[in-house]
């Protein structure tokens, strides 16, 4: 409401009508047609206290606009509700309703009119419907202010959940789940839980410019996180980040923050979990109550109003659900394969020495050179330095396009000693396909440089006195440790190592020689 008392006694003061506007917050033109109404019914300064702002109002303003009985009164419930559908506008509406009147013989309302008493429709029934949102349109996202608790039953030590929030902003549906961390696993998580939740995707998605949705902010463009941009073209949505310092921009969830603080967070505060699942299993009954709690101002609830006019409008959910990728950039070895997490996975051997792009799930290992995908293979789990090779990755002809063949590596071998040939030798033959031993023939090659040819022949000679196929750990360790410049008196014996590894022997017990 206007504060006239306030104008009418800074006006006494002296005060310029633009001072007056900017204090009390309104235009110019309100503060002058107050003081000439003012001026009009001789009030002046100090008023009468019964004289308050809504009975001043009254007297300035007498009368209300009261709509022409010749003229036929729009449905405005039904225009409130119509509006919320995808591209129906007050313009069409009163299109309609013109020849609607036309074909009853009725007089309509001028546009003016028209739109003047939905405006008046709305204040009265006090719908707190924003029009511009459509249902299934938007889903807004944000981490919430407040934490819960989840206790270590060892230690008793709190540790904080922190409380992802999704709201659609027509019927006010949310989604609630607590994370330990708000990392970006935990976010794109959250999102792939929320749109299992709603059972269908919006068209746009709004969150706030945190690192794991925005990765740059700049007034003439905004860049998406690479796996948040990922997710939205899974799932078919458009991410459209908040203005920098703009909560209105996303005013729903914000909105609904405080409310899931109050009878979600606040409700459980006065009990102990002792897992995130306890938590979110508490929260997800809480939420159910929260979600159906009838609404203050109108009909119905939050989850009548989803199913109702909203659920439908949804997009589809994908057949499988986002899988949450990683991404790392890897040089192609000479081998034909990368490394990935001590795993290797083979590429077209025309991408040697060059640098490839990564992108790793848990089931899968895709291979980029830019924006076009190599290969792809299932992930590698398990013990260390296994091999996915494609046949068709490596070439046809190996000395054209490889620097290094087997019989090198044989030839490197024989030059270091009979015992190194052998190991090389033994480590090639193990393998299905040859080039898979070339990372380790490779690696026992710089063990030479690095402690010289003469030790790393009598490690390998040492080693196959243990086993007839050492592997390049096996030799590493003896270098390391320096065994291989034992006499070989003080060594022990192999065989009785190998056969009898967790047996003291029987010249140990024999006592007679003490």
Known sequence: M??????????????????IAASCSCS????ARTIEEAERHSLSVPLPKELTDEILGKLF?????????????????????????N???????????????????????????????????????KGTMHIER???????????????????????????????????????????????????????????????YFGGVTKILVCDNLKTGVDRVAKSEVTINRIYQELSEHYGTAVLPARVRKPRDKGSVESTVGNTSTWIIAALRNQVFFSLSELNT??????????????????????????????????SLPRTPYELASWKTATVMFNC????????????????????????TERTIEVFDGSNRICSHPRLHGRPNQYSTVSEHLPENQKQ????????????????????????????????????????????????????????EAACCKALGYTSKPSFKNIQTILANGQDKLPEEDAPNPVQYEKYSFTRGADYYDRRSK
């Open 401 to 456: 396009y490889m620097e290094w063949t087997p019989e090198r590596f044989v030839e490197w071998a024989k030059r270091v000693g009979n015992s190194t040939e052998i190991v090389v030798a033994n480590m090639l033959s193990d393998r299905q396909i040859p080039q898979q031993a070339y990372k380790a023939c490779m690696a026992l090659l710089k063990l030479g440089d690095k402690y010289s040819t003469q030790r790393l």
């Open 2 to 19: 206007t504060p006239y008392r306030e104008i009418l006694r800074l006006h006494s003061q002296g005060i310029s009508q633009r001072s």
């Open 61 to 85: 303003y007498p009368k209300e606009a009261q709509p022409d009985p010749n003229r036929r009164m729009p449905d405005y419930e039904y225009i409130h509700r119509e509006l919320a559908k």
């Open 337 to 360: 394969h990368i490394a990935v997490d001590k795993q290797n996975y083979s590429v077209p051997y025309e991408y040697i020495k060059q640098k490839v792009d990564v992108r790793i």
């Open 134 to 196: 459509k249902p299934g349109e938007i889903m807004e996202v944000d981490w919430a202010g407040d934490t819960a608790k989840v206790t270590d039953g060892t230690t008793g030590k709190d540790y904080d959940a922190y409380i992802f929030v999704a709201v659609l902003p027509y019927s006010h549906y949310a989604y609630v789940e607590a994370f330990l961390t708000q990392n970006e696993e935990a976010w794109i998580t959250a999102h792939v839980n929320a749109y299992k």
């Open 87 to 125: 591209g129906v506008t007050l313009s069409l509406l009163w299109t309609e309703y013109c020849e609607s009147c036309r074909v009853a013989g009725d007089v309509p309302f001028m546009y003016t009119q028209f739109c003047f008493y939905y405006s008046e429709f709305v204040k009265r029934t």
């Open 28 to 31: 110019r033109n309100t503060v």
């Open 282 to 315: 508490a929260i997800s009954v809480k939420l159910e109550e929260f979600n159906n709690k009838p609404f203050q101002k109108k009909q119905g609830s939050r989850s009548d109003e989803f199913y109702e006019n909203e659920k439908h409008y949804l997009l």
